[in-house]
């Protein structure tokens, strides 16, 4: 009988670790977005290299275009902490090249969109989203973030085909309806008949200096109060 006791407390025991695992401490965000994220970029082309890059390229619906952000979170009353990431490949958007620069470039992210990766601690997918209309991005009432490029990126050089090349970015960066200018790297990649562009680290964003309020309840004690953006454009020539 003392066997049997012993055995159903050790079930229990390895069971209740394997759920605290996979619903509190488990954390496991999706990777940072870069121009190799996605297709695998050194075996796709989708059409020959323009033998000019000079003119307006325009980004593409589907995909591998995506905008979100990055947001730390403790769950459990600090016992874990994990990353929420949310994305929308709603992007619409522009850039113009003119020799070794892009000397316009404008984009706009659909937050209606955003869908968050599977996170821990039984707040789901749809929940968090749905939490985000009302709290935190507001997105009912400020639906779309958008940034626009003040400033020339010069790359120095051309890129030639798969080839990577990172310069400065500045512009006004649009979140909550607070417009704030930044500055980051950003890689671009010229793939067949396209050009990649993302961040080459993502933006950090200090959620005050947006008039964001961190949401709380539910099973997050604390989310931070800073988090970070990152975009992932594909863009065509014309």
């Not at 079930?11 to 069971?15: E, I, K, L, M, W």
């Given at each position: 009988m003392l066997k049997k006791l012993i055995g159903a407390v050790i079930?229990?025991?390895?069971?209740g670790g394997a759920a605290l695992w996979w619903?509190?401490?488990?954390?496991?965000?999706?990777?940072?977005?870069?121009?190799?994220?996605?297709?695998?970029?050194?075996?796709?082309?989708?059409?020959?290299t323009p033998a000019s890059l000079d003119g307006t390229w325009t980004v593409q619906d589907g995909g591998d275009t995506t905008a979100g952000f990055r947001i730390d979170e403790t769950f459990a009353n600090g016992l874990a902490d994990h990353l929420a990431v949310g994305r929308?490949?709603?992007v619409t958007g522009s850039i113009t090249i003119d020799?070794?620069?892009?000397?316009?470039g404008d984009f706009t992210v659909d937050l209606t969109g955003l869908t968050f990766s599977d996170t821990p601690g039984g707040l789901s997918v749809a929940n968090r989203a749905n939490a985000m209309k009302s709290r935190g991005l507001e997105t009912s009432t400020f639906p779309e973030a958008t940034f626009e490029l003040?400033?020339?990126?010069?790359?120095?050089?051309?890129?030639?085909?798969?080839?990577?090349?990172?310069?400065?970015a500045t512009g006004d960066?649009?979140?909550?309806?607070v417009t704030k200018e930044v500055t980051f790297e950003v890689e671009a990649k010229v793939v067949g008949d396209t050009?990649?562009?993302?961040?080459?680290?993502p933006v950090p964003v200090a959620f005050a200096d947006y008039d964001i309020e961190a949401p709380t309840g539910g099973p997050v004690a604390e989310i931070a109060d800073k988090g970070s953006f990152e975009f992932l454009v594909v863009l065509r020539q014309g």
């Open positions: 079930v229990v025991v390895v069971v619903f509190v401490l488990r954390d496991d965000p999706p990777a940072e977005l870069s121009v190799d994220g996605g297709t695998d970029t050194s075996q796709t082309t989708t059409g020959t929308s490949d709603d020799g070794t620069q892009v000397t316009k003040t400033q020339p990126i010069d790359f120095g050089k051309e890129p030639t085909s798969g080839e990577t090349v990172t310069a400065k960066l649009t979140i909550h309806g050009i990649r562009v993302a961040t080459a680290d």
